[in-house]
């Protein structure tokens, strides 16, 4: 009996000594066990701390699309890593991306788990009621020669009447994506644990300046809950150009050819494509000046017979003169031939009565020696919200 006890405690001894206290990054399983082990050596507060870190190191520590490489990428970023080190890995990501959380403070991240094995509770922190989102601008470090050298992008949730909705204690995985005339230039990633969410501070010199129109820009929010994902963009954000990066200027001679010149050949040909650009940039400003209720601007981007004159387009009755608001969810050229262009838009109207509509709009367009130009309007479905 007394020999049956002793092996009893050295096989125990035996399996504690065999627990991992480092990352094991060979496999996905061998990762998944070794955090398991390290896991379990910790205090019940400290548990919920690692597993915290260990959510901001995969979310916003590695580069890779999808959970599965996600993970793999993770376990190769920490393998060999003991639990003091991936604590100050994940402080150092999460005030590099301006996230409030920190391994000394209290959770704050709810229940976490980045394998997804997630044991159901009485209320997950994830599971926000929104419908919408609101993107709200602010300018930013504000130099008195140079003006607005960055701004803040700060998105709220919204319900399905407009109101901002109130939680606490989440994780929402919260994306901004910067773009110009279709083209990504900026990519952000941050955790909004409230609808008090400070947002995203973006300095205008980390935006090139040679690749944005007009210096206005699209800003692209996308929120994930735990059981739905919202997006936002808001179009032909305006910008302080003087503080963008300008394209560094080599030595070496090229020349420079004007994409808006006409061929010697072409004018000889009528018919021959009109160097334009996008078609899109014309739906985009004429949904910005719609949204801004600039509607002369609005009128200039189009040159539409059935919408006749500036007093029947701005007309508050029977015109956009009407129109209050405009949130952009997706604006794609479909078609660009022969100086003519089709372009597909989708977008949410809010008319001086507060009436919420979904659209679905084609657009006709022509080009012109001014560019393109909106011909005709067509509207696809509608739907009252």
Same mark, same amino acid.
């Given at each position: 009996m007394k020999r049956f006890f002793i092996l009893t405690i050295l096989s125990a001894l035996f399996l504690i000594s065999c627990k991992k206290d480092a990352v094991d990054g060979e496999s996905t399983?061998?990762?998944?066990?070794?955090?398991?082990?390290?896991?379990?050596?910790?205090?019940?507060?400290q548990q919920i701390k690692f597993n915290e870190a260990l959510y901001i190191l995969k979310t916003f520590g590695v580069e890779a699309d999808g959970d599965l490489a996600e993970l793999k990428a993770l376990a190769q970023l920490l393998d060999g890593k003991k639990v003091p080190e991936i604590f100050a890995m994940a402080d150092q990501v999460a005030q590099k991306n301006g996230i409030a959380w920190a391994s000394n403070a209290p959770p704050s991240l709810g229940e976490m788990n980045i394998f997804q094995n997630i044991t159901p509770s009485e209320r997950d922190p994830n599971d926000i009621v929104a419908t919408s989102i609101q993107i709200n601008i602010q300018a930013a470090s504000i130099d008195s020669i140079v003006g607005a050298k960055a701004m803040m992008v700060i998105p709220r949730l919204l319900d399905a009447s407009g109101n901002r909705v109130e939680f606490d204690k989440a994780a929402l995985e919260t994306i901004m994506t910067i773009s110009s005339q279709g083209e990504k230039l900026l990519t952000s990633k941050n955790l909004m644990q409230s609808n008090s969410f400070k947002g995203f501070y973006v300095k205008f010199e980390s935006l090139p300046k040679d690749k944005i129109i007009d210096d206005k820009i699209d800003i692209k929010i996308t929120v994930k809950t735990s059981k739905k994902v919202l997006e936002m963009t808001k179009m032909g954000v305006p910008i302080n150009g003087k503080a963008l990066l300008n394209p560094v200027v080599t030595e070496e001679s090229t020349e420079i050819t004007d994409p808006n010149a006409i061929n010697p050949d072409d004018s000889e040909n009528p018919d021959a494509p009109k160097v334009l650009?996008?078609?899109? &940039?014309?739906?985009?400003?004429?949904?910005? +000046?719609?949204?801004?209720?600039?509607?002369?601007?609005?009128?200039?981007?189009?040159? &539409?017979?059935?919408?006749?004159?500036?007093? +029947?387009?701005?007309?508050p009755n029977s015109g956009f003169g009407a129109v209050k608001k405009v949130e952009v969810k997706s604006v794609d050229t479909k078609a660009n031939a022969n100086n003519t262009a089709s372009v597909n838009a989708t977008y949410t109207v809010t008319d001086k009565n507060g009436n919420t509509t979904d659209l679905d709009v084609s657009y006709g367009l022509k080009a012109t020696d001014n560019g393109w130009k909106i011909t005709s309007y067509k509207i696809n479905s509608s739907q009252k919200k």
């Open positions: 399983k061998a990762f998944q066990e070794s955090i398991n082990d390290m896991t379990s050596s910790l205090p019940t507060l650009g996008d078609p899109k &940039n014309t739906v985009v400003n004429f949904l910005s +000046s719609l949204n801004s209720q600039n509607l002369k601007g609005a009128y200039s981007q189009a040159e &539409n017979p059935n919408w006749g004159s500036y007093d +029947s387009f701005s007309n």
